[in-house]
């Protein structure tokens, strides 16, 4: 009798292996906590994001640009309770990035990179730029396909609406976080950019 004929049908199954190896590796997830290498962070309702959003909206108001900027970034949602919070906070943010001008940009990230935890709301603020970009005008939902089709003494069907148009206030939003983003580099580095790319607490 060959090798091959002395093998039964259990020894070729998948349950040949009866020592869990990961159990004897000290670093596996098996043996050690992985969620202690993250400090808890505390979840953010949609309540309280919009609750952000009124007090932002007050100091923009109040002409206090600097004030609403910082506000929106000492408290960004990272642990939020619905996608809701989130959408709602960057909405938020990007409200405040459209209201200020060009020729504000730069004295009003200096003072916040000079003053404490500049550098971390920097670091905030490219986050949500990157987070911006990634959503679009929509603040992450996709542009809807109109299911309504008009017909055209031509002959053709027109879907959707006349061309250039949807694309003007993407391309409006994108432009407004590119200059930010060009901004936050000159002013806070590169590094910004190497520590949003490896952080793990996510907007």
Request: proline share 6%.
């Amino acid at each position: 009798m060959s090798i091959i004929q002395q093998h039964t049908a259990a020894s070729l199954s998948d349950a040949w292996r009866t020592i869990n190896i990961d159990a004897l590796v000290e670093d596996s997830p098996l043996n050690f906590d992985t969620s202690t290498l993250h400090p808890p962070l505390a979840p953010t309702s949609e309540a309280e994001a919009r609750q952000v959003n009124a007090q932002v909206r007050q100091l923009l108001r109040a002409g206090d640009a600097e004030g609403a900027l910082r506000g929106c970034l000492e408290m960004p949602v990272y642990n939020a309770e619905s996608d809701n919070a989130r959408e709602v906070h960057l909405a938020t943010v990007v409200e405040v990035l459209q209201s200020i001008k060009a020729s504000e940009m730069t004295p009003l990230l200096q003072r916040i990179y000079a003053s404490p935890g500049g550098s971390e709301c920097l670091d905030v603020l490219m986050k949500y730029l990157y987070k911006g970009m990634a959503a679009g005008p929509t603040g992450g939902s996709a542009p809807r396909t109109p299911t309504r089709v008009t017909p055209q003494q031509t002959g053709f069907s027109q879907v959707g609406s006349r061309p250039g148009v949807s694309t003007e206030s993407t391309g409006a939003a994108m432009s407004v976080l590119l200059s930010w983003h060009e901004k936050v580099v000159e002013v806070g580095g590169l590094g910004c950019i190497g520590r949003v790319m490896t952080d793990w607490r996510k907007v």
